[in-house]
Structures are given as structure tokens and as C-alpha cells.
């Protein structure tokens, strides 16, 4: 039986747990690194180059240079399309670069 004011055990079970939740976010929050976190999305430049990388982002490529062109190195290095290729059995998609994607042969189905 629990006494006047007392909660029933499994109610303290809740409380405490909730306790212990608002006790680590703030603690968490309150850290140095989430801090910085938050003054580095404060700060304007850093914000601004973010935002230009989300409009210009860049795609490293996976193309094959070496086999499809070798020795031009015309590999820009941003891909503009993914191939299809078979390898060990499976299909995947290669990130490709726009002159290696207009000289590739399509891969076998």
C-alpha cells in the first residue's frame, strides 16, 4: 500500500524514468559539443557554405577512367549519373562521370 502523497510503485517507475530523460537531454544539451554545434549554426559564414554546398553539391564519382579512357584523364571527378553494372552476381550503381558515362558500353542484364 502506498501512503498519502506516494505514488503507486509502477507511477515512480514512470516518474523517475522521465526524471532521468530530462536530467541527460540536459545534459547533453549543456555539453561543449553540442554548444559548439549550436554556435556554428549561429554563425552566418558557416551557414552560407552550407547552404551553397546544398545547391552545388558535390558527387565524388566511381567511374572506370582507367578502362574507358586511360592515360587522358578526363575524369572530372563529380558524378553526373550512376551505371548499371553486374559485379559478384549482383546489379549495382556506379556514380559515373559525365565523360566516362557518354563513353561506357551498357553492362550486360
Known amino acids: 500500500m502506498t501512503g498519502q502523497g506516494e ?7 514512470y516518474a523517475d524514468f522521465g ?3 530530462v536530467k541527460g537531454f ?3 544539451m ?10 556554428l549554426a549561429e554563425n552566418p559564414d558557416f551557414m552560407a557554405a552550407l547552404e551553397a554546398h546544398r545547391a552545388n553539391p558535390h558527387r565524388p564519382c566511381h567511374c572506370f577512367c582507367g ?6 584523364h578526363v575524369c ?6 550512376a551505371v548499371p553494372r553486374i559485379w559478384r ?3 549495382v550503381d556506379v556514380a559515373t562521370c559525365g565523360p566516362c558515362a557518354a563513353e561506357l558500353k551498357p553492362s550486360p542484364r
Open 7 to 13: 505514488l503507486p510503485p509502477a507511477l515512480k517507475a
Open 19 to 21: 526524471a532521468a530523460l
Open 26 to 28: 540536459t545534459e547533453l
Open 30 to 39: 549543456n555539453s561543449p559539443e553540442v554548444q559548439g554545434l549550436l554556435r
Open 67 to 72: 578502362y574507358v579512357h586511360p592515360r587522358r
Open 76 to 81: 572530372d571527378g563529380n558524378a553526373v549519373t
Open 89 to 91: 552476381g549482383e546489379r
